[in-house]
């Protein structure tokens, strides 16, 4: 009886051990986890940052296409004034030339 007892109390012993070994697993397991959730959490606001970024920067570039198309605008009417103003500088020579032949 008492061979039993004892082998019984050895693998109580036994058990304990692995609980405590189980335990300590766990724990770092755990440990391990919050670690890995803070980097989640980190890589999530600095994804976020990156897209608030990236829309000020595509609001940004929309604003620069609408300029640059007003500006090409301005530049295709201007061009097209110089052409008209040309023209017609070229006519009042012509005219000054006349006048002054007579």
Known sequence: MGDTR???EAKISNLESE???QRGL????REKLDVRQVAIDTLAEELKDKNCSLSRARAKNDELERQAKADRE???YLSRKNKGLSCENAN?????TLLNTK
Request: charged residues 55%; hydrophobic residues 30%; negative net charge.
């Open 6 to 8: 004892d082998r019984n």
């Open 19 to 21: 609980n405590r070994d």
């Open 26 to 29: 766990i724990r770092d397991l």
């Open 74 to 76: 301005e530049i295709s």
């Open 92 to 96: 009042l020579k012509e005219d000054v």
